[in-house]
């Protein structure tokens, strides 16, 4: 008899993980750590970050990502958003500070703007908007390849006195905390990369539990140094609508801009969820590398923004499937895929495909 297995209600708009993470925000409030414990956390914190970086570089296909290369307009574009158009819209809300957010949460929101875009979730939203699925996939595993070296670089640019930036401390960090565990991955894939495909589900915990050890460690040290006390329940709304004003800035850029640049349909769709989003998963461990103790308060923007475009994104999908649905079916060619809309390597969804695969196979 299978156990029953907890699981949120469909109607319920929140990511439970997101849920999981602020449970443990809760749990660091109540029990932070001190003392040893508290070397003991940092330690185990830092060997996690690696431990990520290593999973990261391993899992990562170097032939998936060369042949997304011929993407090259889609991936510059989603570049650009991700790293050119989200920091200058972060470096052009300093006028708020003081008068709406205060300099600690302005670091954070400045922070977000600076970290890679998702994978997992920008996959799965242009799936589900039946856009093209081979584009999300590239420029998201493009966009945390780069992030891993533009994001310290561009902190050490924008967050210069706010915070953040460069150091030879935490220039030595990321050395070792993110480059060298991801090359070794990369290397060592062709030895462990069966072993991690087949274990996915398992290995997925431990990215999970590696990212709540961090947020535990960096909200307990900002519990015992009492920065809390500089967030008040007000400015925390003021920085929730910063944020909404931010994600629908991006999200009209990335729509009405990728539009404007000839894209077809499915890559639209790819641009749209990976060129507006947010990487929590990167961005957490590369807090934790570039504020040290102050990374407590500088991801709780990340972590607000990060629910946000999910509850956002995941209704904006239905739509654009919405769309589709009512569109007339396009011819199917011999090969029994789709045409190509304005010249995109769009295809069949990698997703139906399987599906039908499976059901043929029976």
Known sequence: MRRPVFRLPAWLPVDGYILTLL???????LVPARGA???VADGASTGAVALLFFLYGARLSTREAMDGLR????HLTTLACTFVVFPALGVAARFLVPFVLP????????FLCLVPSTVQSSIAFTSIARGNVAAAICAGSFSSIVGIVVTPLLAGLVLHGDGGGFSSHSLVSIVCQLLLPFVAGQVLRRWVGTFLTRHKKVLGYVDRGSILLVVYAAFSVGMVQGIWHQVSPLRLLCLLGVEAVLLAAMLTVTSYGSKKLGFPRGDRIAITFAGSKKSLAAGLPMASVLFGAQAGL???????????????CAVLAKRYAARAAAEPAPAVGPDGSGPDRGGSAVGV???????EHQRAGR
């Open 71 to 74: 993407h090259w307009r889609l």
């Open 298 to 312: 500088a991801v709780l923007p990340l972590m607000l923004f990060h629910q946000m475009q999910l509850m956002v």
């Open 37 to 39: 414990a508290a070397t």
């Open 349 to 355: 969804d990698p997703v139906q495909r399987e599906s």
């Open 103 to 110: 300099p600690a949460l302005y670091t954070g929101l400045l």
């Open 23 to 29: 449970g443990t925000v809760g749990l660091a409030a």
